[in-house]
Nanobody, 116 residues
Framework: QVQLVESGGGLVQPGGSLRLSCATS????????MSWYRQAPGKERELVAR????????NYADSVKGRFTISRDNSKNTVYLQMNNLKPEDTAVYYC?????????WGQGTQVTVSS
């Protein structure tokens, strides 16, 4: 059974940092590309960052480039999202996502709120 479990969300002031984790199980993590998405109230879910399985190359949404870093630890079956210099517009539920062989999987999400 595939499971993706996010953690690390919370309330942070503008300019602060958070590190999200997505612990996975039930599949061969090392051969799956992994992504982080987010969904703000009243908005569509959007891709934030992705990391490949082969060489851990990364891609980011323009809105987070230079502030967010996605990484993975294949020994722990976990993907991370380091978020620095957070802004109020980063407030959203953040989801971990993966897909392969025509199947896709989402975590339950973790709330990130950036507010003073």
């Amino acid at each position: 059974q595939v499971q993706l479990v996010e953690s690390g969300g919370g309330l942070v002031q503008p300019g602060g940092s958070l590190r999200l984790s997505c612990a996975t199980s039930g599949f061969t993590f090392s051969i799956y590309g992994m992504s982080w998405y987010r969904q703000a109230p009243g908005k569509e879910r959007e891709l934030v960052a992705r990391i490949t399985s082969a060489d851990s190359s990364t891609n980011y949404a323009d809105s987070v480039k230079g502030r967010f870093t996605i990484s993975r630890d294949n020994s722990k079956n976990t993907v991370y999202l380091q978020m620095n210099n957070l802004k109020p517009e980063d407030t959203a539920v953040y989801y971990c996502y993966t897909a392969k062989y025509g199947r896709f999987y989402w975590g339950q999400g973790t709330q990130v709120t950036v507010s003073s």
